[in-house]
């Protein structure tokens, strides 16, 4: 067993470390395999553990490479990984292994990065608690009994159990963002485009983003400088120009405009959320930022047109899943008719059916127009008010949730309590902006408070330089939970 502590350094400082030879890639691996054994029984952010493949790369890999190169990292369930289970958390893909890499997997491979395993979600992405597993709950670092977010629980725990470095997720509502803010670590959703979905398994297509888990502002640049860029395999995949995200971190945001929602600072919001996060708000105005008050009258309809656009897509999407081609197949049909009905039933959990239904219903006949077209609608209002906002502003700050995580089976008795979760992350993905969400203070309790940051559309580079620089005056981003071993 090593005696190598992952939370001494960030990813920077590995990779010093490793550069000048200090520390051996495979020193590194079993590190990480080291704490996922210590501490994973009892957080279970992690599905599959690729023990030996790990080990097999840590002796090959050139750590010259790039800043990644030798470092391990965590792939959510739901980006398929070459011949290595990819489950998305569900009956459905229990045997699943696919025979090709995502886009994102291959360049963290090019960079020299190493995959120890593949980590819990909600099913299919579906949630917001990592409650919806087929495979058991993941549990929240800073607290065993309170759940660690969703749908990429498992990214955002492991990452803040110490268990990895950094970690990949997927955000169709607010599912790395969320987690994040629940566990104390940062979280991106990328702009619509700016990454590859090629292997990402597919919810919402208009609204899914992989993006990554980290600890501090400057990592989560860091890896977005692998991971970003144009794609040919993916259709979606904007061809801009990918900076050197890590080259603006100047901790300077004089002058910088930042909007504050007002929509967002109200009624449903934790009266500890709201503290820290006016408290965020003067340690930007200390910094020298202008702050506006800024009003996004549609973003109210928000979590009505999600849940219309949302379950819609993933009907159409889910639609594959019928037992003929991949995935599990129901051992006790006598019919072709009853062998898709039963191994849907069989193979999808609740949450899962229930937003199958819902979609395919505003999807049928003589309800298209009423709903799925009028939310269609709505959101292009909603990014026309994104649009007037950054007319004005640089940055658009809100909590990233209205409350800290809460207690295992709080809100699953009640699907719309559960989804009021997303009220301030959903905006986001439906105008496809990015997201990011840092730590900025603790519950009287001690839970993680997430401070959630907005950009323009491919401007990256401005919510790294905001959050870089909070996140150096504030001090609560790189603190990891105490975990018995």
């Not at 708000?281 to 702050?291: K, S, V």
């Not at 506006?292 to 549609?298: C, G, R, S």
């Not at 519950?443 to 330089?465: C, N, S, V, Y």
Request: aromatic fraction near 8%.
């Amino acid at each position: 067993m090593t005696s190598i502590d992952l939370g001494e350094r960030d990813l920077f400082g590995w990779h010093e470390a490793l550069a000048k030879g200090d520390v051996h890639p495979a020193e590194l691996v079993q590190a990480s395999l080291d704490r996922i054994a210590a501490v994973d029984e009892q957080v279970h952010a992690f599905l599959t553990v690729t023990r030996k493949e790990a080990l097999q790369e840590a002796e090959q890999v050139d750590v010259t490479l790039s800043p990644l190169a030798g470092i391990p990292a965590a792939i959510k369930d739901n980006i398929c990984t070459q011949n290595v289970p990819t489950t998305c958390a569900s009956r459905m893909l229990h045997n699943f292994r696919p025979p090709y890499d995502a886009t994102v997997i291959q360049r963290l491979r090019t960079a020299g990065a190493i995959a120890v395993g593949k980590t819990n979600m909600d099913e299919f992405a579906m949630g917001s608690s990592t409650e919806h597993s087929a495979f058991g709950v993941t549990r929240n670092p800073w607290d065993l009994g309170r759940v660690p977010g969703g749908s990429s629980g498992g990214s955002a725990a492991a990452v803040a159990a110490g268990e990895v470095p950094y970690a990949l997720g997927s955000d169709t509502g607010g599912s790395i963002r969320q987690p994040a803010a629940y566990c104390g670590v940062v979280g991106l959703k990328p702009t619509y485009g700016r990454v590859s979905r090629y292997g990402l398994v597919a919810f919402a297509s208009s609204l899914d983003q992989i993006g990554p888990i980290t600890r501090t502002v400057a990592e989560s640049a860091l890896v977005m400088n692998a991971i970003s860029g144009v794609d040919l395999h993916d259709s979606t995949s904007a061809p801009v120009e990918v900076p050197d995200f890590t080259a603006t971190l100047t901790g300077e945001v004089r002058g910088l405009r930042i909007g504050i929602i007002s929509e967002y600072m109200g009624e449903g919001i934790d009266p500890s959320v709201r503290q820290a996060v006016q408290q965020a708000i003067q340690t930007f105005e200390r910094l020298g930022a202008e702050i506006v008050e800024v009003h996004l009258p549609t973003t109210k309809h928000a979590l009505a047109v999600y849940y219309l656009i949302a379950p819609a897509e993933a009907s159409s999407n889910l639609a594959r899943y019928d037992g003929v081609r991949y995935g599990y197949r129901t051992p006790q049909a006598k019919s072709v008719v009853e062998m898709y009905k039963q191994t849907r039933d069989e193979g999808f959990g609740t949450e899962v059916k229930r937003r199958i239904l819902l979609g395919t219903y505003v999807l049928s006949a003589g309800y298209y127009d009423a709903y799925y077209k009028r939310a269609l609608q709505v959101r292009a209002l909603m990014k026309q008010d994104f649009d007037r906002a950054f007319e004005h502003c640089d940055v658009l700050l809100s909590p990233t949730t209205p409350t800290p995580a809460f207690a295992f089976g709080e809100k699953t008795a009640d699907p719309v309590t559960m989804y009021l979760n997303d009220l301030c992350t959903i905006p986001a993905n439906l105008v496809g902006i990015p997201a990011l969400s840092v730590p900025c203070g603790f519950t009287p309790e001690g839970l993680p408070i997430g401070l959630q940051l907005m950009a323009k559309a491919f401007d990256e580079a401005t919510l790294f330089r905001a959050g870089d620089a909070y996140e150096r005056a504030a001090g609560f981003t790189g603190r990891l939970p105490e975990l018995a071993a």
